[in-house]
């Protein structure tokens, strides 16, 4: 089956720096990449996703890279804030209706 | 629109004793899945209904977990017995058939002692 690592585990950066985490996965079968959020005291939130199909992907301050040969995704938060403060998953899955296999979370803190 | 509700949001019980998780999803959606976060490990998959069907149980880690989906609707995932092992938080999510994203709901943060 599917396996994802995800590094690092926990990530602290100054305001204003960018941050990046790294994820890598196993199945070439996978063909999609979405990266969550998860606030203390609430479910994982959709953040930015990606399909195989797409090197590249950006929604302001958040973007996704992905390289199908190498088989790892990135997720890069430039210009960080504290709200960005969160554990953040990275997952892989193959189709619309499969399930997701996780990452093991990365514990971003942005300090003031 | 109504998010992805689950309750309890906190349940804390004893060893052997049996607990029912509640999911109802958004409406409309198909989709609903369950993934249980163990000891600040990887969100793992459960299971998987369309409607009221079973579609993946693979991740079902033994006999002790029940889940269903009667009429399509709410989901309960029920353990029996419990034990230690099964503390963690279960997730519920839910899409629309042919959507890659999920929504999640909060999490049922289940203690076993």
């Known amino acids: 089956g599917e396996n994802v690592e995800q590094h690092p585990s926990t990530l602290s950066v100054q305001e204003g720096d960018s941050a990046v985490i790294k994820c890598t996965y196993s199945?070439?079968?996978?063909?999609?990449f979405p990266w969550y959020k998860q606030e203390l005291g609430k479910g994982p939130q959709l953040i930015i996703d990606i399909r195989s199909n797409v090197g590249e992907k950006k929604d302001q301050r958040i973007a996704v890279t992905l390289n199908k040969t190498a088989k790892h995704f990135s997720l890069h938060i430039t210009e960080t804030q504290p709200e960005d403060s969160a554990v953040y998953f990275c997952a892989a899955g193959s189709g619309s209706a499969r399930q997701l296999t996780f990452g093991s979370g990365t514990q971003l803190t942005v300090l003031p | 629109e109504a998010g992805v509700t689950q309750f309890p949001s906190h349940s804390v019980i004893e060893k052997g004793q049996t607990v029912t998780l509640r999911c109802d999803p958004i409406?409309?959606?198909?989709?609903l899945y369950w993934y249980r976060r163990v000891m600040g490990k990887e969100i793992k998959f459960l299971l998987h209904f369309v409607k009221e069907s079973k579609q993946d149980e693979s991740g079902m880690p033994n006999n002790r977990f029940l889940a269903e989906r009667t009429g399509g609707t709410y989901s309960t995932l029920k353990v029996q017995p419990a034990e230690l092992e099964d503390s963690g938080v279960y997730f519920c999510?839910?899409?629309?058939?042919?959507?890659?994203?999920?929504?999640f709901g909060s999490g049922t943060r289940l203690t076993v002692v």
């Open positions: 199945d070439s079968a996978s063909n999609y």
């Open positions: 999510a839910s899409s629309q058939v042919g959507n890659y994203g999920y929504t």
């Open positions: 409406s409309g959606h198909d989709n």
